[in-house]
């Protein structure tokens, strides 16, 4: 049997879900990221290489308050 990377885990049959904590203001929030790929190693890669972005924008959105349980899409090219 073969197990995907650790923090990684499958979301559904093309996604791999993400979960980490920022502190902001104090506190810890809990924030979690899809990432729509064939492969957990694949996942991992792209968070790795994406992770300044996607803490960037997880830190605006708690600051501006416009973080919900909505998803948020991005979009890769």
């Known amino acids: 049997m073969q197990q995907g990377p650790l923090g990684a885990r499958n ?19 809990a924030c979690s990221l899809t ?3 064939d492969s957990a190693n694949e996942a991992t890669r792209i968070f790795r290489e994406n992770w300044t972005t996607i803490e960037t924008m997880a830190r605006d959105g708690v600051s501006a308050g416009t973080v919900s349980s909505t998803p948020v899409c991005l979009e890769m090219s």
């Open 35 to 37: 990432i729509q790929t």
């Open 11 to 29: 979301a559904e049959s093309s996604g791999f879900v993400f979960h980490f904590q920022l502190a902001s203001n104090g506190a810890r929030r």
